[in-house]
T-cell receptor
Framework: GAVVSQHPSRVICKSGTSVKIECRSL??????MFWYRQFPKQSLMLMAT?????????EQGVEKDKFLINHASLTLSTLTVTSAHPEDSSFYIC????????????FGSGTRLTVV | AQSVAQPEDQVNVAEGNPLTVKCTYS??????LFWYVQYPNRGLQFLLK??????LVKGSYGFEAEFNKSQTSFHLKKPSALVSDSALYFC???????????FGAGTQVVVTP
């Protein structure tokens, strides 16, 4: 089935630095990708929707200048956490829309970000 | 606007007993309904979805769910639970535009031997 590869699986960074998370669709073209944030034992909170070749649409309350999303190709979307702070520590998950696939939406394996 | 409710934070069941995880939804238009399972520090694994067709949907790992339009419910069921089914389960709703999904709060399933 469809696969979305998300990297890195876990990253530790220092406060003030930036971290980039990549999601690649391996065997299908992902015109739309969704980025979620998940706190421990809580639900997924949608951060933004990215469409290939256009600006991402951010959910209310999500800082677009802090969470930079780029979707420059049909197989790659990136989320960059800029000037990271400890409160940005979280589990980030991407998802690609794949209506032709059996699942409909395919999720990456997630990235555990820890800011120290 | 779309919303999903999973009324139970946790469901406890003995191995071999039936497992039910409840989900109700609210959406304008035709709902697309999904169930996912998540193990610690992992992404979401797809279990099943309802788009159209038979109200009873069979999915992965012996799970099934029944779409009930009148009760706006999509409860997940498994006839005989396994200890390995212990995980966090999410119900999600979308629409026929294949836009963003709205997730429920999640239900922690604990299956005891």
């Amino acid at each position: 089935g469809a696969v979305v590869s998300q990297h890195p699986s876990r990253v530790i960074c220092k406060s003030g630095t930036s971290v980039k998370i990549e999601c690649r669709s391996l065997d299908f073209q992902a015109t739309t990708m969704f980025w979620y944030r998940q706190f421990p034992k809580q639900s997924l909170m949608l951060m933004a929707t990215s469409n290939e070749g256009s600006k991402a649409t951010y959910e209310q309350g999500v800082e677009k200048d802090k969470f930079l999303i780029n979707h420059a190709s049909l197989t790659l979307s990136t989320l960059t956490v800029t000037s990271a702070h400890p409160e940005d520590s979280s589990f980030y998950i991407c998802s690609a829309r794949d209506p032709q696939g059996s699942d409909g939406y395919t999720f990456g394996s997630g990235t555990r970000l820890t800011v120290v | 606007a779309q919303s999903v409710a999973q009324p139970e934070d946790q469901v406890n069941v003995a191995e071999g007993n039936p497992l039910t995880v409840k989900c109700t939804y609210s959406v304008s238009g035709n709902p697309y309904l999904f169930w996912y399972v998540q193990y610690p520090n992992r992404g979401l694994q797809f279990l099943l979805k309802y788009i159209t067709g038979d109200n009873l949907v069979k999915g992965s790992y012996g799970f099934e769910a029944e779409f009930n339009k009148s009760q706006t419910s999509f409860h997940l069921k498994k006839p005989s639970a396994l200890v390995s089914d212990s995980a966090l389960y999410f119900c999600a709703v979308g629409t026929d535009s294949w836009g963003k999904l709205q997730f429920g709060a999640g239900t922690q399933v604990v299956v005891t031997p």
